[in-house]
């Protein structure tokens, strides 16, 4: 059973004077009897609330140790075991640091994976957001989304984080990525409120010619036939200047693309 903190043990007492019963106590706290009872008979014997000295095996790390352990990963979250207990030079077990680390709150974590964007993507996204923050169910049920993928062979390698629980997607704990590698197959793909639209492979590299057949032999066959036969829908695709190519933007009304 953990031991109450000097808090819980000070309240316990207060509440015991203040004449509530150990039954009210124990509601009041959230502990069980015997911590109660065990609480109050030290302070009548002892008139002290404070941890009692522990015998045992002295730590194997002190404050010190600890303070490094943990500063360690919070200046590089990927650093291993084996690199803290290098770098630090400790005499202890990496299952200690491990755990002094677990009692910080800290767990390993695989990275989050985002691609690596430059300031002024990251002003578009932002802008973009602003725009459209008030937009409700309505407006976005008509929004096609569209975008390619390209599936390699190999990628930048799953890299492991120390962060705490929450803390997924805060960017000291993001891997960036580049987006390269080896190409097996590049496809283009398509989604709606309405579901998954079509999935259509590229074959070889992606032009503005190839995106254009794209958007006129298999987007508008699938809207007019599926989800908007009024073809009435906003078509969302990122500016990649394959798909901001002139003739490209013709297959649209301007007032349809985002």
Known sequence: MPRLDEATRQRIINLAFAGLSRRAI???????KAAVDRAVRVYRDECSIGDAPRSGRPPATSLQDDILII????????????????ELGL???R???????????????????RLLLNEREKRA????????VQWGNTEWSAV????????????????????????RYDPHYIQQVAASGRCVVSVWGALSQQGLGPLHRIDGTLTADKYQDIIEQVLIPYTLDGPFPDGCFLFQHDRSPIHTARYVNSCFRPALTL
Not at 26 to 32: A, D, I, L, S, W
Not at 98 to 107: C, I, Q, T, V
């Open 26 to 32: 124990v509601r009041e706290v959230g502990c069980c």
């Open 71 to 86: 500063a360690a990963v919070n200046c590089d979250p990927s650093l291993s075991l084996s690199k803290i207990h290098q």
């Open 91 to 93: 005499q202890v077990s």
């Open 95 to 113: 299952h200690t640091i491990r755990r002094r680390l677990n009692a910080a709150g800290l767990r390993s974590r695989v990275a989050c994976q």
């Open 125 to 132: 996204n932002l802008d973009f957001t602003r725009e459209h």
């Open 144 to 167: 096609i989304f569209s975008d390619e993928s390209t599936f390699v062979t190999r990628w930048d390698q799953r890299q492991r984080v120390w962060r705490l629980v929450g803390s």
